[in-house]
């Protein structure tokens, strides 16, 4: 059953059939080298020959883009190499529960092909989460469908039990969304991503309040997500979440509401979901120096101006706001690193004015009034927009597409970070 997790988490985009091979191979090969009296070399020898038949061109393993690069290597650097690939985070968990009718028959009908399928789809679902929080959320799934599924009041079991999974659901919600980011984007971005959320939800509070907030968020990931620990995501979410609560409660109402309730995990969720909010009258944006920028403190300046970029545009997409991040550390690189970078920071300056203020401005009302409307009146007025703004000559209906599907799929709070990063 940890195979089947572990190789699912790993090549999340391999099919039922490519991971059952896979894990078949792994479990023979523990049953065979890790028995009383097994040769000193099986395991080694094993290993080398499951390297080669994931390299041969009619490997019946699940396929990965990485694969080639590692297959170029000999002896253990490519054994390594082949252990240590994984698939980036996907788009958006794609299990969906059945009913518990629908449970109970697949269940009856072929126990142990059901747990196996069933321990593919979630892991491979949520393969971002920690392995200890998958292994404890799928066994006591497989727990309930086992003894409701044989209770003389099934539907009261169900209810019951799904009511006390219900921390480590949220847990293996929360954690998958938590390392999906933390893989894609890193320590620093993950931070800067978690400071613009909250910006965005509570605009009032100062850069010097939520930045250390922002920071142990990255610190729960940086220790968690890829931790053995049983309790490390539970015990230090809790913690991160009561930190959250203690600090800003009494500064907004809509945390306040989130922090009363008696299970932290269910807070910690409140807090995830909770829209941005609405637009608040703040001074003037005051851009860093150029000075400033390439001084010692030259990132805590980029990440403070962004932080106030995100508090004044409530309704940018985190992809908006990550792109955003990403181009400034880029420019911060040339600029500073220039013969003269005054100069070089004084003609980005007119370029930013002239594209990125307009370019934000359209990405926060695309977004703004995508949360605002009804999808159907959202889409009429997005083509009446288009309609007024855009040259005859322009392909309308494919712009149409193009942006309410962009609305449809990033303007969201847990929305697929690569592929929005890849729509901007």
């Known amino acids: 059953a940890r195979t089947i997790i572990d190789t699912s988490r790993k090549y999340s985009n391999g099919t039922f059939q490519e991971i059952g091979h896979l894990v078949r191979e792994i479990v023979s090969l ?3 080298c890790c028995a009383d009296g097994a040769d000193p070399s099986c395991y080694d020898a094993g290993s080398t020959a499951l390297s080669e038949k994931s390299c041969a061109a009619d490997s019946p393993f699940p396929a990965h883009p990485g694969a080639a690069r590692c297959c170029g290597q000999q002896g253990l650097e490519r054994k390594l190499c082949l252990a240590a690939l994984r698939h980036p985070p996907q788009p958006l968990p794609r299990f969906l529960q059945p ?7 697949a269940f009856r009908l072929e126990p142990r092909e059901f747990a196996d399928r069933f321990l593919y789809e979630y892991a491979s679902s949520y ?6 929080v998958l292994l404890a959320s799928t066994t006591t799934f497989l727990s309930m469908v086992s003894t409701c599924c044989i209770s003389p009041t099934p539907t009261a079991c169900f209810l019951k039990e799904k009511l006390e999974r219900k921390t480590l659901s949220l847990l293996t919600l929360t954690s998958n969304r938590i390392c999906s980011r933390f893989s894609a984007y890193g320590k620093d971005k993950a931070s800067f991503s978690s400071l613009a959320s909250l910006a965005q939800k509570i605009p009032t509070a100062s ?7 922002a920071e142990d968020a990255a610190e729960v990931a940086c220790q968690c997500c890829d931790s053995m620990a049983e309790d490390c995501m539970q015990k230090k979410l809790l913690e991160h979440t009561a930190r959250v609560c203690s600090a800003l409660s009494a500064r907004d109402g809509r945390f306040a509401a989130c922090c009363q309730g008696k299970n932290l995990m ?3 969720f409140c807090i995830l979901a909770m829209p941005p909010a609405p637009a608040t009258r703040l001074p003037e944006l005051s851009e860093p120096t150029n000075k400033e920028l390439c001084a010692k403190e030259g990132a805590l300046h980029t990440t403070r101006f962004l932080f106030e970029v995100a508090r004044r545009h409530p309704s ?3 992809a908006v706001l990550a792109k955003l991040y990403d181009t400034s550390g880029k420019l911060r690189r040339e600029c500073c ?18 594209e990125l203020i307009p370019f934000l401005a359209k990405a926060e009302q695309l977004c703004g009034e995508f949360h605002k409307l009804p999808f159907l009146e959202f889409k009429k007025r997005l083509r009446d927009s288009l309609a007024q703004s855009e040259p005859s000559s322009a392909p309308l209906e494919q712009l149409l597409e193009q942006r309410a599907s962009f609305a449809s799929s990033c ?5 697929p970070l690569l592929l929005c990063a890849s729509k901007v």
């Not at 850069?207 to 907030?213: A, N, S, W």
């Not at 100069?343 to 370029?351: G, Y």
């Open 30 to 32: 523990a049953e065979t």
């Open 99 to 105: 009913s518990d009718s629908e449970l109970c028959h």
């Open 127 to 132: 393969s971002q989460a920690p392995l200890p």
């Open 207 to 213: 850069f010097e309040e939520l930045l250390p907030l």
């Open 266 to 268: 269910e807070n910690h």
């Open 316 to 318: 940018l997409p985190e």
């Open 337 to 354: 690193s220039s013969k003269d970078p005054s100069a070089c920071w004084d003609s980005k300056r007119q370029r930013i004015a002239a």
């Open 411 to 415: 303007c969201l709070p847990d929305a």
